[in-house]
């Protein structure tokens, strides 16, 4: 696991190619995965939520379009940067550098927080969800976005392949980005806890309820859990 200073600067680096790079990679997919977790959060009206290593912002973006009042944070700025452009002034989040490990925020300030393709990149990810449900009020939730690894037996070793061999390069290019950030990405993966691994994890962070969602065949999957009074 790299430290938290190569993270930012991996991060820095891929920042500006860092959608274009999302949406070529996944064939778009990775907005409908966000749409889910959206879905997921079964936001109330008024809802107050915060997402956590938000990046360039896009579900933050997608739980303000829902009706949500959004704060966002990450660690590293260049990736807030790009979210300047994005969406409408009326549903934009509120966006703020911090490190998910110490959240500037008092106890029990949101009704859930979210993190999407950012937990695995987190030196310790249960003191990462245990800062998150600091954060939320008792009974609010807690849902991950998350990459996890396909077993479908045909389709599943040809993403494998392309995950493994032919993305690392496609990001490169696609990204303008000279560093291994896909190829970290795949090895990063490869050796997150997944599936019941990661909802173990969850129980070891306090949260009650875990469950888990797969989308694509395993390739993705929605984890949600609730916070305990
Ligand atoms: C793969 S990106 C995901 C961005 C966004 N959530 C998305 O779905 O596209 C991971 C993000 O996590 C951030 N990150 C990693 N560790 C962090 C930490 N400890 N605190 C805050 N942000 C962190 C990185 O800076 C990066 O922007």
Known sequence: MPDATTIQRMFAEVAPGYDRANRALSLGIDLWWRRQTVRTVRLQPGERGLDVCAGTGDLAFALARAGAR???TDFCAPMLVRTAHKGPAASRPAFLAAD???????????????????????????????????????????????????RVPLLGRAYNFYFRHVLPRLGQWISGSRNDAYRYLHDSVMAFPERQQFLDLMTQAGLGEPRLRLLT????AIYRGEVRG
Do not use: H, K
């Open 100 to 150: 998910t490990l110490a959240l500037p925020f008092p106890d029990r300030s949101f009704d859930f927080a979210t993190v999407a393709f950012g937990i695995r990149n987190v030196s310790d990810p249960v003191a990462g969800l245990r800062e998150m449900a600091r954060v939320v009020r008792p009974g609010g939730r807690i849902v991950v976005l998350e990459f996890s690894r396909t």
């Open 70 to 72: 959004m704060v966002a």
């Open 217 to 220: 065949g395993g390739v993705a």
